[in-house]
């Protein structure tokens, strides 16, 4: 075994040569030189017009209820900040979930619920119980490509959720920063589409442009919207208009749809190639097989902790998140995320064979 | 008198005419092509590793010593959430003081207390007896071009707010983003000059290229320039490295120094030209005289109320600022800012030649 590369299963961050350096150099200096005078300038909390617009006809919305900040995870910031000083500091979440966003949630107090997660979205039953003790103020949902686990909510759930948010009284917190990168099957419909009144959609430009520009923008009821505005405004007071121009400027000119094709047909192999290696060296840990996104998550076999993985992982130059990580209220002892789009082909299916060697031995 | 312009004496903001349209776009484009993998990508929290080294060479610091953010109010808060959750919640501002600050400080819960404010920087006297009351965990100050007032700090006092904070164990938070901006006068040294080890300094690009990148920068220890990093990371994972590496060009560049050239001579004659209509109209105001930066201020004749002002002069499409907004202890009923570097010289000598008519009758 070749254990002079070291090989990064930690990393849900895009690949390098996905960036569209070419289009995006282009579009900035046609940003400052179009609108100079406004993304050089202070300007509202909501960010750019321009891009706002353009998104909001994007995913089929009005403008005043789309709203642009640096990253979707300050916006998460920001729902915390509003929502948890009111009576319910209470958050249901899936387990697995996103582990910033549980660092984010304790910071706000909140009181963690788990939901556990399915093949095919969070458990209903489960829910239906937890309402039975708990009154949330909103729940933490990422139905397309779920980060960690590669699951994607089926449409019968999420109209399921959409109801029992409606009968509890809860916010839909939909966070879809991989929907776009869909590699196979058909797209479902997003919560915020059943119920627009009740949900907050997130997503962003991380995963199809590229993180570094800081551009995360929220889709839901614009009496929150307002609330989030003025929070942000008293963060950052501005958010960071100069990526907003770029981005705008990029997505007009007709580059968004390309690069995400582009980035389909790049990340469409590495999913099928750490499938196979999966199959091939590993059957027994029955990974999800995602239709898209950047992640799949497997269990390992009873008796192998994460935590003797990790460490004997490391030792072959394989580095390994430790699942535990993604679960607010414990479990993840043998949960493994492994995350495909910024690696070849032939890193994955290297790394696949020292997980492998590691697990089984 | 003309009304039919609305004159706007709210707005700290540069004038558009101010920005470097054409480096700027320039600077972003080959940002992109020399650093397109790095700032279009996740990176350190600490920002662009460029870009702190350019300002840890102009500033005469260490790379470590340097953490840029999205604008430095949002370094403010970063503190706040360190700082003020530990024993002591009491934070010293200057009377006045920046009021998106004040809003900061009270969102995380600060027993704030106000030292007030001379021509000269703020009142030692007072701080000696506030500090035998209260054992603050850190002293926001403005000491150039301050912030509404425009006063200066001088030397001994500087020399004095560095001696108290050693001996009385408390930080100082030195907020600069006018420094740069002279228009005669002798520079005079930082607090962090001083007491690198107990001084953040910050500062940003949004008086000198623009607000619109968002680019706030530290300057301080490198431990809690650390612990700084981990609330960022939390919150927004990554700054805009796009607005990061497009500011390191037009640095890099040589484009800064000729750029703040030319806001001196824009901005010198207008501020000459607020004393000057001062002077002529309303000299029994006694404006504040500084010698940089964005804001003069002025206190309205006794019997005068700032609202009642705001209120008549609303009347002839005059927009005032409500004083007692940078009071975080009460006052500023007679307070005045004015910010004089987004308005022309007419607008100057016709705004206040309708506020002299709105005090005097």
Same mark, same amino acid.
């Given at each position: ?12 961050? /895009?690949? @390098? ?14 940003? #400052?030189?179009?609108h100079? +005078?406004t ?5 509202s909390?909501f ?5 706002r617009e ?17 990253g979707?995870?300050?916006? &998460?910031?920001?729902?915390c900040?509003? %929502?948890?000083?009111?009576?319910s ?9 996103y582990?910033?966003?549980i @660092?984010i949630?304790?910071k706000?107090g909140?009181e &963690?619920?788990?939901? /556990?997660l399915n093949? +095919? ?11 039975e @003790?708990?009154? /949330? ?5 990422i139905?397309?490509f779920?980060?960690?686990?590669? =699951?994607?909510?089926?449409e ?18 939909e966070?879809s920063?991989y ?15 059943? =119920? ?7 997503s962003?430009f991380?995963?199809? #442009?590229?993180p570094?520009?800081r551009?995360?923008? $929220? ?6 919207l307002?609330?989030? $505005? ?7 007071? @501005? ?16 580059? %968004?749809?390309p690069? #995400? ?7 469409? /192999?590495r999913?099928?190639?750490? %499938? ?5 060296? %590993? ?7 995602? +239709?898209g996104?950047?992640?799949?998550s ?12 990790m +460490?004997?992982a ?6 390994l ?9 414990g479990?993840?002892?043998?949960f493994l ?15 696949v064979?020292?997980? $492998?060697?590691?697990v089984?031995?």
């Open positions: 075994m070749n254990t002079q590369n070291k090989i990064i299963f930690t990393r849900g961050v /895009p690949a @390098t040569e996905s960036f569209p350096k070419e289009e995006m150099g282009e579009a900035t200096q046609k940003a #400052i030189r179009a100079g +005078d993304i050089l300038q202070y300007g909390a960010g750019f017009m321009p891009l353009w998104l909001a006809e994007w995913h089929g919305a009005d403008t005043e209820n789309v709203l642009c900040s640096n979707s995870l300050q916006i &998460i910031e920001f729902i900040t509003i %929502l948890l000083q009111s009576d500091r209470t958050v249901f979440v899936e387990a697995p979930t582990d910033r966003t @660092t949630l304790r706000h909140a &963690i619920v788990s939901i /556990p093949s +095919d979205g969070p458990d209903i039953t489960a829910i239906q119980d937890a309402l @003790t708990y009154n /949330p103020s909103f729940f933490y949902t139905p397309d779920q980060n960690p686990a590669g =699951a994607t909510c089926s019968a759930k999420r109209r399921q959720l959409v109801a029992l948010a409606r009968e509890h009284d809860f916010l839909l917190l966070d920063p929907r776009e990168l869909r590699y196979r099957g058909e797209t479902q419909p997003t919560l915020r589409e059943f =119920a627009p009144e009740r949900v907050v959609q997130l962003s991380s995963k199809l #442009i590229g570094g520009p551009l995360g923008y $929220a889709i839901g009821p614009k009496n929150l307002r609330e989030i $505005a003025t929070v942000a405004e008293n963060t950052y007071i @501005t958010p960071g208009l100069l990526a907003h121009g770029s981005v705008y400027e990029f997505c007009r000119a007709g580059h %968004l749809e690069q #995400i094709d582009r980035l389909k047909k790049l990340y469409a /192999p999913l099928q190639a750490t %499938l196979d290696a999966l199959d091939k060296y %590993l059957p027994e840990t029955k990974p999800t097989r995602p +239709d996104g950047f992640f799949l497997l269990t390992l076999p009873k008796g192998v902790s994460i935590i003797d993985v +460490d004997r490391a030792e072959v130059e394989l580095i998140a430790d699942g535990r990580g993604f679960f607010a209220n479990g993840g002892e043998h995320r492994i995350p495909f789009c910024a690696l070849t082909k032939h890193q994955i299916s290297e790394g064979a020292r997980l $492998a060697e590691v089984q031995n």
